[in-house]
């Protein structure tokens, strides 16, 4: 650098410094003469490079070899106008509306405009989501742009491991994901061969990739765990083996809760005894009474085992379709810690029939004990598309004509785009306009329907946009409140009619 150098020829005094051939030439190349008595020399280099170092600094010549080009393609890629939706949506103007463009780029067979790759493949760097969305729309040279750059080529997967005791804990990890991704046998292999010789740190985050695709296939190896020295990789190895709905634990699990079972013809009872089984710890349940809820040690127990055993085992016990059994589980004293429990159980076990008559009970009948609402938001996000809108319909045709706060339906159509039908969305919107038309002063109780509005706007069918421009009560001191909202759902529904538009395009 030549800045550097001119500060050391500076402190050095102009008696004593003299240039060296490759800065003389370096000077000379910008018109500077360094004939002229040294302190003029000096002078006038610092004037000239003191302005290049505050503007900008010099890129260093490249010395190593260029990547091969990329062959020509004949992808379709965006057309002008919908690159510019995507840069508005990328400025943050309308930034949830990414997974919808992404969405419709892939399904018009479309990829994704190369000035935006750098940005996108950055924010996929710190979002799994993303990447899965993005990844389908890459194209030829967004394939080729994830070598240049290795942090960026790590999005594809950790593909190789030449020496395992001397890769980072966090490419080992990311290696097991890659291989449960597509090969769960060779990632359970891999990691048996090298569980002795793991450090003990290291072993929980490399239990937990097997996570992914989990199968009967992991079920011996994770009952060896069972009898690991630490508690944490037992409790984990019991958590994997609880979510195969027929492994010998959930098996060992069940006999041991039916000692204590009595059915009768409306109601499923427990009779817990004082000292509870200790044959369960092995299988990890540790009860501990919690605070919230009450019932101490026989509740805790009850309910940690309640939400391993899956949901289809009670109908099959008592012989009724999950609505029915679950009215079963609301006649007893212990409703209070059995509800929360089988809705886990549903969750974990996947069991889209017990979700979905949970979430339908809660939403007409509401609940006398409390589900948390994440537990609610994950069977709403396990359940397929199909259940979704049939609970959504099934809620507009039964429930009151406006939306409760924080109810089942509040949730519903503030975490699932997929409960916005057209029926729905016409439903809820015409109830609004109505409650506004007839509030004659203050605004009500309504403040929630802010959230319920930023949902729709980016939930909405945007061929309805015409229809929810008309009818509002502009002349309504109510409308001044909410001015403000519908004034940006119209104008986000108009922005996303015509980015699909262009997309189809």
Not at 246 to 274: G, K, M, T
Not at 291 to 309: D, N, P, Y
Not at 416 to 432: C, G, M, P, R
Request: glycine share 6%; charged share 25%.
């Amino acid at each position: 650098m030549i800045w550097p150098e001119l500060v050391r020829l500076a402190l050095l005094g102009g008696e004593r410094g003299t240039l060296t051939p490759e800065l003389r030439q370096k000077l000379e190349s910008y018109g500077i003469q360094t004939d002229s008595p040294f302190p003029e020399v000096l002078l006038e280099s610092a004037a000239l490079f003191n302005q290049i170092r505050k503007a900008a600094f010099q890129l260093e010549d490249f010395e190593g070899s260029l990547p091969e080009p990329i062959t020509e393609s004949d992808e379709q890629t965006c057309s002008p106008r919908s690159t510019a939706h995507l840069f508005a949506i990328l400025d943050g103007r309308f930034a949830p509306a990414l997974e919808e463009f992404l969405y419709h780029l892939k399904e018009n067979g479309k990829k994704i405009p190369n000035e935006t790759l750098p940005v996108l493949l950055n924010a996929s760097l710190e979002d799994d989501e993303l990447w899965e969305l993005l990844r389908p729309v890459l194209g030829k040279q967004g394939e080729w742009l994830l070598e240049q750059w290795p942090p960026w080529g790590k999005l594809k997967g950790v593909q190789t491991i030449k020496d395992w005791n001397l890769t980072p804990l966090q490419d080992r990890r990311a290696y097991l994901k890659y291989l449960r991704a597509d090969n769960p046998e060779k990632a359970l292999e891999l990691l048996k061969v090298h569980w002795d010789s793991l450090k003990a740190g290291d072993k929980f985050p490399l239990l937990k990739t097997l996570e992914l695709n989990l199968s009967g296939k992991d079920e011996l190896f994770l009952e060896q765990l069972l009898d690991e020295r630490s508690k944490k990789l037992r409790l984990e190895a019991a958590k994997l083996l609880s979510g195969l709905g027929n492994s010998a634990l959930i098996e060992r699990l069940f006999l041991a809760l039916l000692d204590f079972v009595h059915i009768s013809d409306n109601a499923i009872n427990f009779d817990l005894p004082e000292n509870l089984p200790e044959s369960t710890l092995r299988d990890g349940i540790h009860p501990v009474p919690l605070k919230e809820s009450g019932g101490g040690m026989k509740a805790a127990w009850l309910r940690q085992i309640t939400s391993r055993i899956p949901p289809r085992r009670w109908s099959e016990l008592i012989d009724k379709d999950p609505a029915e059994c679950l009215s079963f589980f609301l006649n007893n004293r212990w409703s209070d810690q059995l509800l929360p429990a089988i809705a886990e159980a549903a969750l974990l076990h996947n069991d889209e029939e017990w979700m979905a008559a949970i979430l339908e009970h809660g939403m007409t009948n509401g609940f006398n004990h409390d589900i948390p609402s994440n537990l609610l938001k994950g069977m709403m996000k396990k359940l397929p598309r199909e259940a979704i809108i049939s609970l959504a319909e099934y809620g507009s045709e039964v429930l009151p004509r406006l939306v409760e706060n924080k109810s089942i339906f509040f949730l519903l159509l503030t975490n699932n785009k997929e409960a916005w039908t057209d029926k729905v969305s016409i439903w809820l919107l015409q109830n609004f306009k109505d409650w506004m038309r007839n509030q004659k002063q203050g605004f009500g109780n309504l403040e929630h329907y802010r959230d319920l509005i930023q949902a729709g706007t980016y939930s909405i069918n945007p061929a309805l946009t015409e229809k929810f421009k008309i009818g509002w009560p502009t002349n309504n001191t109510t409308w001044y409140y909410w001015e403000d909202a519908i004034d940006k759902m119209i104008r986000t529904l108009n922005f996303r009619r015509d980015m699909v538009k262009s997309l189809r395009g």
